[in-house]
Each structure stands twice: as C-alpha cells, then as structure tokens.
C-alpha cells in the first residue's frame, strides 16, 4: 500500500511537468516611453505565450529601450519585430496572422530544450 501511495504522488507531480498551466493577463494597459498607452494581453502558458493589442495586432516589447513593436510570426514559431511601434506606425497585415503549425513547432522545440538538454 505504501508503495501505491509514493507511486501515486511521484506520477501527479511528473504530471505537473507535462501538462501547461494555460494564463491570460486579460485586457490591461501598455505604455510608450513617451506616454502614448494602448490596450492588449498575454496569453498563453510556460512554452509558449503571446502578447495581441484590442485590435488583433500581435507585439512584443524591446527590453533594452522599453518600446512595444509590432510583431509578425517567423518560420520557427516566435514572434518578431517588424520595426513598427504600436499605435505609432501602421501595422502590417502580416501582424494579424497566426499559424498553428508553427505553433506547435514552437512548443515542442521549447519543451525538447526544457527536458532533454
């Protein structure tokens, strides 16, 4: 019986590591470094997540200057800047879309580098 029971608790706890724990900032403001703010959210769990303004714009934000860019999706399933600011520049209409496939590459490449390197 008690090995059934640390059976039990050690596959709940490798259960942990395998299943995402999905989050959702929900919708909340960003600010410019020169003031300027604009409505988005981060969505997503700990493989894989995105940040989309009110309007359906994906972004990202450049730590080092504190800027928000608009951002469109690369081959590998990341985001990345296109070099247009939010709500500054016009968007591309390449920052809109999503695709799944890459998606899932994305989060099965991160989860390789968690459990296996």
Known sequence: MKNLFIV????FVVLQFAIANP?????????????ITF?????????????VTNNGYYFIQDYATGWFYYA???????FASNGS??????????CREIDSNKV??????????IFFE
Do not use: C, H
């Open 8 to 11: 039990s608790v050690l596959f």
């Open 23 to 35: 989050f959702d900032t929900g919708w909340k403001t960003y600010y410019q470094p020169n003031g």
């Open 39 to 51: 409505i988005g959210r981060q969505q997503g769990d700990e493989f894989y997540f995105y940040s």
């Open 72 to 78: 469109a999706q690369q081959t590998n399933g990341k």
């Open 85 to 94: 600011k939010v709500v500054m520049d016009y968007p591309s209409s390449l």
């Open 104 to 113: 899932r590459f994305a989060i099965e490449k991160t989860k390789e580098q």
